[in-house]
Every structure is written in C-alpha cells, then in structure tokens.
C-alpha cells in the first residue's frame, strides 16, 4: 500500500530552526509537495521537490532524496505565525497526491 | 479576487437526509478535486475531474457523488448522509491532472456534521 509518513507533533522556540521529516512508500513518484495549514483554514503550497537535493524559498527550504524515499521542509528564523500543521504529500504514478497526516508545529516564545 | 469558494461554511444534517456541498473556481482550472479531511488521517481524496465532462473516483468514493457540467463548477453530493461522513469537506483545483507540476488550490472548506 501507499505511505506517507510524519511527526504527530513537534515543538520549537521563536527565531530557532525545525527540520521536519517525511518519509514514503508509493506507487511511483512524480513529485513530492509541502503544504501549510493553519488551524480551521485550507492548506496553502510551500514547496515542490522532483530531483534530488535542497529547494530553498525564503526561510524555507526542502529536501528531497528519492532513493531513500525521504524527505524534509526546513524553517529557520521561527516566527510565531508559522505555528500551523505541515502536510507532506507526494504525486503517485496515476498523478494523484497521497497525503501524510500532518505535523503540528507548535512555537514557542 | 480570483480563488475558489465553497458553500456552506458549516451544516449539520440529520441522517439519511441529501446534501450538496458546491465548489465553484474562476482560475479556468482543468483539474478538479474533493477532499475530506479527518482528525489524525491525512486528506483523502473522494472523487476528481480531469476536465469538464469526466470524473473519476478516488481513495473515498462510497456514498458520494460528483457531477462537472462546466469548468467552474464541482458539485459534491450525498444522497444518504451517515454520522461517518462527519468530516471537513475540501473542494481543490490545479491546472492540469496530468502534470506533474500540479500545485493544488483549495477552497475554504466546509465543515458537515451528520446526527
């Protein structure tokens, strides 16, 4: 079966840096896609990764490696509005996105 | 402002009753999409549509139906509602299916409780 897999949850301090990891298992690969989601809104695109290596846009930045199936969004300078769910999703070989479940990212003062 | 928008917001429906979630998108978007989204589960994809005229289902489909007479609109339905179809509902576009660029828009969302 499909499988996106990532952190329920995870904390972090205001101007810190969080790396958050996304590993998977899918039908084929036609690219992988960060999304940002705060609380009661719709999600919003961050970021898109189809080869191998670092993305950045601004404070953040996305990793790919597609021999490992793995990937991770990377946010420095952590502001509070960036308190959202990080959803990671990738396109199957039938162009559908397969959705991880999300990672609550919660920022601390 | 160009986007897309669903109605309603929110509805509480009694079981076995009918509803209508409506989608509407004015980015001329070919491809079109319905999510649900639920507590601990990513997004699940109930149905989609590739262009006007065609629709095909996804990871979700039962007791949902879709309909896509023009490029606008993407109507989703429940004939017979269930307390497990309790869930927030969201209506998505991207310019092609077949891409692999295919950065999806999503509307607000409507938020369906069935009693």
């Known amino acids: 079966g499909q499988n996106i897999d990532q952190p329920t949850e995870m904390t972090a301090t205001e101007g810190a840096i969080v790396q958050i990891n996304c590993t998977y298992q899918?039908?084929?690969?036609?690219?992988l896609f960060w999304y940002q989601q705060h609380a009661g809104e719709a999600p919003t695109f961050l970021s898109y990764?189809?080869l191998d290596g670092l993305e950045e846009k601004g404070r953040f930045s996305s990793f790919l490696s597609r021999s490992k199936g793995y990937s991770y969004l990377l946010l420095k300078e952590l502001q509070m509005k960036d308190s959202a769910s990080y959803l990671c999703?990738?396109?199957?070989?039938?162009?559908?996105?397969?959705w991880g479940a999300g990672t609550k990212l919660i920022i601390k003062p | 402002t160009a986007g897309i928008t669903q109605a309603p917001t929110s509805q509480i429906l009694a079981a076995g009753r009918s509803m209508t979630l409506r989608c509407t998108q004015d980015?001329?978007?070919?491809?079109m999409y319905w999510y649900r989204q639920d507590l601990g589960l990513g997004l699940r994809l109930i149905h989609y549509?590739?262009?006007?005229?065609?629709?095909g289902k996804g990871e979700v489909p039962d007791g949902y139906s879709v309909s896509r007479a023009n490029t606008d609109d993407f109507p989703l339905t429940l004939a017979s509602a269930v307390p497990s179809q309790t869930s927030v509902y969201f209506c998505?576009?991207?310019?092609?299916?077949?891409?692999?660029?295919?950065?999806?828009?999503f509307g607000p969302g409507t938020r369906l409780t069935v009693l």
């Open positions: 998505a576009s991207s310019d092609s299916l077949q891409s692999s660029y295919n950065e999806q828009f």
């Open positions: 549509s590739n262009t006007a005229g065609t629709t």
């Open positions: 999703a990738v396109l199957d070989s039938n162009y559908q996105l397969i």
């Open positions: 990764n189809v």
């Open positions: 899918t039908s084929g690969f036609n690219g």
């Open positions: 980015m001329r978007h070919n491809a």
